[in-house]
């Protein structure tokens, strides 16, 4: 049973500062203050968020137990009336034995109880809890254990239950987006060819959860799920750099000076084998000029007769080339011939 002091305000001289109206107080009431429920607000009601209030404050079940205890068996009109407080005058052994507590715990419970501004025991020096001697029974209850401070702090209570559930869900999204990130990581990892850059990017991200990574993310705390947030975002920007495609050089452009910082041996070798980005679309029948020229040394050479005349008349015709038109051959003289 740990109370949360950063949540509860104790003024020094135990007196309710009404400036600080937006904190909870530990305060010790007096005989002529009395506050009052909201009107469409009602006593289960209150009491039910006062709960939630003492848990986020820290306070056990079996302590808020008590408090359930303490606060049903008082008068209902008292919540909202303005000229009394609600007051329970019961003997602590009967409650206890209730619950199933020694006097002792029970005590101890209302101390925890007091400390968090939910209650003040107005008793007697003698621990005397009820009417004074001679008052009718319906009367208002004098010593005992008061929720005024409940009642004066409620207004507080209510703040700090709507800024816990917006952290709470502030939370939620963190831990849905942590693992989104946690997925698509692990995506771009296995989605590696590359052996070495492989098994670089997964040691690093195993090395990045066993810093980072909560035990369980579902309930850690919102600080602990942003630095592993981070952190997984992080390695999924390097790894992202280290496989995006090298851009084309340019001519004008001066090389950059060489940078100080220490790269990973298995980013350097994605960033050495990264892949050019493809050129422009081309004919694809197309083929390359050296291509060509290699396979076919023929077409890009001048004829073996006419070295000597194409080195000075490019254009000129074979003047001396030996003439390529064959004789015509009288087939009537070549049977005489021979006949």
């Known amino acids: 049973m740990t109370l949360n002091t950063d949540i509860i305000y104790t003024p020094a001289a135990g007196v309710y500062d009404p400036a600080r109206a937006h904190e909870i107080q530990a305060f010790i009431p007096a005989p002529d203050r009395h506050s009052a429920l909201p009107g469409d607000v009602t006593k289960a009601g209150a009491i039910a968020m006062i709960a939630k209030g003492l848990r986020l404050c820290g306070l056990g079940e079996g302590t808020i137990a008590q408090w359930r205890c303490i606060a049903d068996t008082t ?130 991200l195993a090395d990045l959860e066993g810093d980072l990574r909560p035990a369980s993310p579902r309930v850690a705390e919102a600080d602990v799920l942003l630095r592993w947030h981070r952190g997984l975002l992080d390695l999924e920007a390097r790894l992202r750099r280290a496989l995006a495609p090298m851009p084309l050089p340019d001519p004008d452009a001066q090389d950059a000076p060489p940078t100080d910082t220490a790269t990973p041996p298995g ?30 040394p023929s077409r890009n050479q001048p004829p073996v007769e006419n070295v000597e005349k194409q080195l000075h008349m490019s254009a000129a015709p074979d003047i001396g080339g030996r003439c390529h038109i064959q004789p015509q051959i009288n087939l009537n003289e070549s049977c005489k011939r021979y006949g």
């Open 75 to 204: 008068e209902r009109a008292a919540w909202h009336a303005h000229d009394r407080s609600p007051v329970n005058w019961r003997r602590q052994c009967d409650m206890a034995r209730e619950l199933g507590l020694s006097e002792r715990q029970w005590r101890r419970g209302e101390v925890a109880l007091e400390r968090a501004g939910v209650l003040a025991r107005a008793t007697a020096e003698n621990g005397y809890r009820g009417r004074r001697s001679g008052e009718p029974w319906r009367g208002p209850v004098s010593c005992g254990l008061s929720l005024e401070p409940a009642l004066a702090n409620y207004p507080a209570f209510v703040e700090r239950l709507a800024a816990a559930d917006v952290a709470e869900a502030a939370r939620l999204e963190l831990v849905m987006n942590t693992r989104l990130s946690r997925r698509r990581l692990r995506q771009t990892i296995a989605a590696i060819p590359d052996r070495e850059v492989h098994h670089w990017a997964g040691s690093a």
């Open 267 to 296: 980013e350097e070798h994605a960033m050495r084998h990264r892949t050019a980005p493809l050129p422009s679309k081309q004919d694809p029948t197309a083929r390359p000029v050296q291509e060509t020229a290699e396979k076919n």
